[in-house]
């Protein structure tokens, strides 16, 4: 079956400006992440959805970013007036949470944002 | 906070040589344990996990990795490694299905 899927793969930006990248999880997984992966270092977690529940936005690192979840499916993150420390791989991750739980999330491509 | 180390960043070896790449966290409660990989050019994809049992575990492609609760160590280990095998190596740490704590990544290099 289809897998997470990311978009833009590749996103290029100036400093100031703001993006969008959007993220299709797998259908039925009703949790859905975010994590961040700068160049050399592991995956930071940014925020996490489950259902109609309050999203989990500890990691977020500043206030440019957000996030927004349409039901249990389209997700998009937002970063306003990009830096350049904010050029990463951005990962999006879903998990199914009903049945017996395997807590296994399944990631997709990214998205690599390059802000200049 | 939860927090995951791994001590290897960087790892060269010859094909057929035995692998053990570490990983420790910092979580004294019940935790879920992950090994990722990322193969050049390809998505993150599990590799093994565990959750309770027997601590030792099988995943894919041979590797297997043991959870020692009293080290808080769950390393990832392979007898005979293969030119295929590398890419970087990610261990991870979730609490009941929250977000994955990662460790920072082993990059493993085979050499044919």
């Known amino acids: 079956g289809a897998g997470v899927s990311q978009s833009p793969s590749n996103k290029v930006t100036e400093k100031g400006k703001d993006v969008e990248l959007r993220c299709d999880p797998i259908s039925g997984h009703t949790a859905l992440y975010w994590y961040r992966q700068r160049l050399g270092q592991g995956l930071e977690f940014l925020i996490y959805f489950q259902g109609n529940s309050a999203p989990d936005k500890s990691g977020l690192p500043s206030d440019r970013f957000s996030a927004e979840r349409t039901g249990e499916s389209v997700s998009t993150l937002t970063i306003q007036r990009t830096q350049q420390e904010d050029s990463a791989v951005y990962l999006c991750?879903?998990?199914?949470?009903?049945?017996?739980?395997?807590?296994?999330?399944?990631f997709g491509p990214g998205t690599r944002l390059t802000v200049t | 906070a939860q927090s995951v180390s791994q001590h290897n960043h960087h790892v060269i070896l010859s094909e057929a040589a035995s692998l053990e790449l570490g990983c420790n966290y910092s979580?004294?409660?019940?935790?879920?344990l992950f090994w990722y990989v990322q193969y050049p050019g390809q998505h993150l994809q599990l590799l093994l996990k565990?959750?309770?049992?027997?601590?030792l575990v099988k995943g894919i492609k041979g590797f297997e990795a043991e959870f020692i609760k009293s080290k808080f160590s769950f390393n990832l280990r392979k007898p005979s490694v293969q030119w295929s095998d590398t890419a970087e190596y990610f261990c991870?740490?979730?609490?009941?299905?929250?977000?994955?704590?990662f460790g920072g990544g082993t990059r493993l290099m085979v050499k044919p």
């Open positions: 991870a740490v979730t609490l009941a299905g929250n977000m994955l704590t």
């Open positions: 565990y959750f309770s049992g027997d601590p």
């Open positions: 991750a879903s998990r199914l949470t009903s049945g017996t739980p395997t807590y296994e999330q399944y």
């Open positions: 979580y004294g409660g019940t935790v879920n």
